[in-house]
Nanobody, 121 residues
Framework: QVQLVESGGGLVQPGGSLRLSCVASGSIFSINTMNWYRQAPGKQRELVASVTSGGSTNYADSVKGRFTISRDNGKNRVYLQMNSLKPDDTAVYYC???????????????WGQGTQVTVSS
């Protein structure tokens, strides 16, 4: 059984920073891409940032230059450092990992339960 658990969300003022963390646990053979998504009220879930097992990263245009994604392969962790936060960044942030749970099985996507980020004065 694979679990992804996020932490680090909260309330922050505009211009502030937060660091989200996500750990994958359980039966895991290998992890390919790890991603952060977000979903604001009334909006579709959107990809915020992604990082491959080799460390290549990709960002949504709306967060480029403000957010940084990183991962610790040895600890099955992915992080999202969020700086210069804006009210428009308010959303539930979800960790997503594309991984192989057992050798020989195909990779599939797993999701965390989400963590709320609220940017408000």
């Amino acid at each position: 059984q694979v679990q992804l658990v996020e932490s680090g969300g909260g309330l922050v003022q505009p211009g502030g920073s937060l660091r989200l963390s996500c750990v994958a646990s359980g039966s895991i053979f290998s992890i390919n891409t790890m991603n952060w998504y977000r979903q604001a009220p009334g909006k579709q879930r959107e990809l915020v940032a992604s990082v491959t097992s080799g460390g290549s990263t990709n960002y949504a245009d709306s967060v480029k230059g403000r957010f940084t994604i990183s991962r610790d392969n040895g600890k099955n962790r992915v992080y999202l450092q969020m700086n210069s936060l804006k009210p428009d960044d308010t959303a539930v942030y979800y960790c997503n990992a594309f991984l192989v749970p057992v050798y020989g099985q195909i990779a599939r996507a797993y999701w965390g339960q989400g963590t709320q980020v609220t940017v408000s004065s």
